[in-house]
């Protein structure tokens, strides 16, 4: 299960960087590292890019805000620049 949890971060950094229209390499960070950034949330943006049905067979995430990917195109600019993308 944590390797389809990992690999659906990568494939949502990788979409999010396409509807973007930008050229994103994925990164693969380790557990450590991840602590670290956790350590300042300010740093941190959250971002849970399913469809409303699956969170309603899923449930959502504490803290995550909900863009699904048929959206992000139309909101960016919800999207911080500033800080590091989290996604779901």
């Known amino acids: 299960m944590r390797s389809f949890c990992w690999a659906c ?3 949502s950094v990788l ?3 396409l509807a973007c229209g930008q050229a994103t390499a ?4 380790t ?14 943006f959250f971002l849970d890019v ?3 049905s699956e969170i309603s067979a899923l449930g959502s995430v504490k803290g ?3 863009i699904p990917m048929s959206q992000i195109e139309t ?3 919800e999207i911080p620049k500033d800080k590091v993308i989290v996604t779901l």
């Open 15 to 17: 979409a999010f960087g």
């Open 31 to 44: 557990s450590e590292q991840l602590a670290k950034l956790l350590e300042d949330p300010s740093k941190i």
């Open 50 to 52: 399913r469809e409303p």
């Open 64 to 66: 995550y805000v909900n």
């Open 75 to 77: 909101r960016l600019r």
């Open 9 to 11: 971060v990568a494939a």
């Open 26 to 29: 994925t990164k693969e960070i």
